[in-house]
């Protein structure tokens, strides 16, 4: 039995799955609720893992290994989350405090990288060998899996497709450069466009409940409405988006470009259908005729499957 634990700043994901298999076993998630004790945070975990465990009638030592997911910046060598961006942390020894607790392996990898193989081994991307796995939510990155393994690259910062620029000194973006794909189709920087461009007309500000910001929920609710003001902004959206994997696709020729949330919540109609006719249209037909754009196949259960990847591919390197 396999045990995956997803680290999110607001929300933590604990599963189990057998390491061959797709079920998930057992499952549940609670609020993160971090100190700044991170030794003290992380025993609290393993003590949700052995929970979980009981409740599923198995004993701790039926436990193979543990696969925790996690936002970078983190050391998958040293096993040390270094200085995670919504947790109080400074290099917090996730490896060494949870095998000692568990008694059993424990594997780190960033949060990208295990979407990434969670997409790969049971999602969009079963049966591929060259797969991206775009990660669009507050920010953007990637997780790379090229000819059957997931690629780290140096400092294990391989895959950071939200700073490809897509406009030469064009907006600032929140890792100090100017123009990256990010500061275009990030959901934190979308969030602040559309704080100062939305019309008060629109439907969007009418979704927008009282006293709160306009969101990309409300533009795809809108423009499924068929509201212009939402409508232009996911043109806007996609046409960005399209630039960004047309430089992935050159740069690496995969096989399938999975994306996950806003283009998922948009659809197909509103996003994925107008995305690949733009990449498409700008592609050698060598790396575009093969290349497919598709959806998350996890969707809502994709932090479940995320540790539990990084476990199965810990295992299997070792």
Known sequence: ???????????????????QGDEIAASWRRATEPTQDASADLLRMADDVRTLLEEAGLAPGELEA?????AGPLDPGQGVLLEPPNLPWHRAPVVGVLSQALGCPVFLDNDANAAALAEW?????????????????????AGLVLDGRIHRGVACSAGEVGHVPVVWDGEPCSCGMRGCLEAYVG?????RRLVEHTPPSSRVAALTPAGATPRPEQVVLAAREGD?????????????????????????????????TIPTAAGEALCLDPV?????????????DGLRIEASGLGESLPDYAGLSVAREGLARS
């Not at 543990?66 to 996690?70: E, I, R, Y």
């Not at 733009?278 to 050698?284: D, G, I, M, Y």
Request: hydrophobic letters at 50%; glycine letters at 14%.
């Open 228 to 260: 212009a003001f939402a409508l232009s902004e996911l043109a806007r959206f996609n046409d960005y988006l399209a630039r960004g994997i047309v430089q992935v696709a050159f740069t690496l020729a995969p096989e399938l470009v999975v994306l996950g």
């Open 187 to 191: 959901g934190a920087a979308w969030t």
């Open 66 to 70: 543990v696969g925790v997911s996690a």
């Open 1 to 19: 039995m396999l045990a995956g634990i997803d680290i999110g700043g607001t929300k933590t994901a604990f599963a189990l799955g057998e390491r």
């Open 276 to 288: 690949r006719e733009q990449v498409h249209a700008r592609l050698w037909p060598v790396i575009g």
């Open 121 to 141: 081994l049971y999602g969009a991307g079963r049966g591929t060998r060259h797969m991206v796995y775009l990660t669009m939510s507050t920010g953007v990155g």
